[in-house]
């Protein structure tokens, strides 16, 4: 009787699991990603949220998600607390100095420098220093080079390295290296990178070439990472196990694609293994939400940055449930995750400058603690690197989070009055322009910036345009509809992009500002375009007023078409930010009523129109 009840439940099981191997009862597949530092893991992640929307992890006020203390690191003594010491840190920005490599430079070493020079981290000597920066180096014989003087057995030191090489693991040295592996990574200590191309740009960098965010018409295509960076092609109804040559099903259709060129996917399979990680970048850069297998390495700046919300982690060994899971996908999630490989490749991978920042933005929140970025500006638009925690603590006083947050702009703003002449009395000019029955112009456009904040309103504007026969970048002042840059002489922005002019840019470009007045509008408009990723916002001007007209005494006057000194401006901004962030728009906002034939009485921004 024993062996027949035996029998039976064992026929039971065999027959349940051949159901659910046939995928007649697929499997819910669990998302289990590494928590962050400080923080309970929780619930699981499930592709398919709503199945179990009361028991996923609870959703964390921003305002009070403040990054914890780091974890004690696994695999080493070294701990945050034990091999930093956060007393060398002063001021409120973290300086690194680089010591000086012991052979010659490597191009991947050029590179690194390059990005810190004329950087707000750079420091000139080690005494100034919070963090000295070492980059190992081998000899011929692939030994590795001697350490730097000042190592004190590593200790405040960073070992930094682009791409998977020996000698990194030194001392006390925290160490930033491209995809390590699980078993030496130390969380809350080392930072995880991005396997980076060789030919990856140096600053600026491509755009994400994402053109449409939501799945094709059909059959949802999936891209199966391939040896050499190439590419796949397959589909989440085509097989069982797309991601093994051993199907005995049909494999469906398959078309190789080299690693720079990815078609419309939605879903890009990559395997677990560490020489499969040069395929994350490609993926993200296209839009491809990345499905990784089982991966056996640490994901870039894992630290700060929800992967959860961008990429799915799987398991290799369940191919029925992972592709059924992607077939139930809802449109919407399917959409939220292609939009946030997009935002995570522009603000954090598109170039080397960004990684090597992004990387010293983490450790310099380790050092804040309590003041250090809240997860909302790690991921979410547009980033740390342009949220500066040093300008307030509140969320709500940036431009660019009141969407977020369910806030509002401020009711009042400030004049700022640039006094150009010298002999020009301040006091006597403020009193002019307070008196001037045309201050009320600026009413409605300040009403138009309380919809839009985080974006640049004015009066007078430029436009930029490609010009051929010069192979370089020019801009007109003359009357067009469209435009791209609105001048500061009059104009609403938010007060945070005073902040990020003065702290986060480049001393080359607000040295080029400095040389020329004009790039000051240049560059402004370069910083904002850079943040929203939009054009400025057009508003109407008073009749009396022409075009790219200056208030004066002695009436308003045209501003000129640029110089040649002011063309070559707008180039060497480009080239300093590494691409061109300008955009072109053709919308003016006017108010009601603005141009109807009705009484200038019954308008209420009536100094716009002549009387």
Request: net charge neutral; aromatic share 10%.
């Amino acid at each position: 009787m024993l062996w027949r009840r035996k029998s039976f439940w064992l026929a039971l099981s065999a027959f349940w699991l051949l159901l659910i191997l046939l995928g007649v009862f697929p499997l819910r597949l669990a998302v289990s990603p590494r928590p962050l530092p400080g923080r309970s893991q929780g619930w699981p992640r499930w592709l398919d949220a709503t199945f179990l929307q009361s028991f996923s992890q609870p959703e964390t006020n921003p305002e009070e998600d403040v990054q914890q203390l780091p974890r004690v690191s696994r695999g080493s003594s070294c701990t945050w607390g034990a091999c930093f010491d956060t007393s060398k840190c002063r001021g409120k920005v973290l300086k690194i100095f680089v010591h000086s490599a012991a052979g010659p430079t490597t191009e991947a070493q050029r590179r690194i420098l390059d990005s810190l020079e004329g950087s707000r981290y750079y420091a000139l000597s080690p005494a100034e220093a919070c963090l000295l920066l070492f980059l190992p180096s081998q000899d011929r014989r692939g030994a590795c080079g001697p350490l730097p003087p000042n190592w004190n057995g590593g200790r405040n030191h960073l070992v930094l390295s682009l791409y998977p090489a020996p000698c990194t693991r030194l001392g006390q040295a925290m160490v930033a290296e491209a995809s390590p592996s699980l078993d030496i990574f130390r969380p809350g200590f080392d930072v995880a990178l991005p396997y980076l191309p060789e030919a990856h740009p140096l600053k600026g960098g491509a755009p994400g070439s994402l053109q449409r965010h939501g799945p094709q018409p059909g059959a949802t295509l999936v891209a199966v990472a391939e040896e050499r960076g190439r590419w796949r092609i397959t589909t989440t109804h085509a097989s069982a196990c797309p991601w093994d040559r051993n199907c005995e099903q049909d494999p469906g259709p398959q078309q190789t694609y080299p690693g720079e060129i990815l078609p419309n996917v939605t879903f890009c399979l990559i395997p677990g293994h560490r020489s499969a990680t040069s395929c994350f970048l490609q993926a993200l850069q296209a839009g491809c939400i990345p499905v990784l297998l089982s991966p056996r390495w640490e994901l870039p700046f894992s630290e700060v940055i929800d992967w959860t919300k961008a990429a799915i982690v799987a398991d290799e060994r369940l191919p029925l449930q992972v592709l059924a899971a992607l077939r139930e996908m809802l449109p919407s999630r399917v959409l939220a995750l292609r939009q946030q490989t997009q935002f995570l490749w522009t603000a954090y991978f598109s170039s080397v400058e960004k990684v090597v920042h992004t990387t010293l933005e983490i450790i310099q929140d380790r050092i804040w603690g309590a003041s250090a970025h809240p997860s909302l500006m790690w991921n979410s638009p547009p980033g740390a690197l342009l949220a500066l925690p040093t300008f307030s603590t509140s969320l709500q006083d940036f431009p660019f989070y009141h969407l977020q947050l369910g806030s509002s702009p401020g009711s009042s703003f400030s004049a700022v009055i640039w006094v150009g002449v010298s002999e020009e009395s301040p006091p006597k000019l403020i009193q002019e322009v307070a008196g001037s029955r045309h201050c009320a112009q600026v009413d409605f456009a300040f009403v138009v910036w309380q919809s839009f904040p985080e974006r640049m309103v004015g009066f007078v504007t430029w436009s930029h345009f490609w010009d051929e026969a010069r192979q370089g970048w020019g801009y007109s002042a003359e009357m067009a509809n469209e435009f791209s840059m609105v001048l500061t002489t009059a104009a609403f922005y938010h007060r945070y992009y005073h902040t990020l002019f003065t702290h986060s840019l480049p001393k080359a470009l607000r040295s080029i500002a400095d040389e020329t007045p004009t790039c000051v509008d240049i560059l402004m408009n370069f910083l904002v375009a850079t943040v929203t990723k939009l054009p400025p916002i057009k508003v109407p001007y008073s009749r009396q007023h022409q075009e790219a007209a200056p208030m004066a005494s002695e009436g308003p006057r045209p501003v000129p078409e640029p110089q040649a000194l002011d063309q070559d401006c707008i180039n060497r901004l480009a080239a300093g930010l590494g691409h061109m962030p300008l955009v072109s728009s053709r919308v003016r906002l006017d108010p009601v009523l603005f141009k109807d034939p009705v009484s200038v009485q019954r308008k209420k921004y009536r100094s716009l129109e002549k009387p």
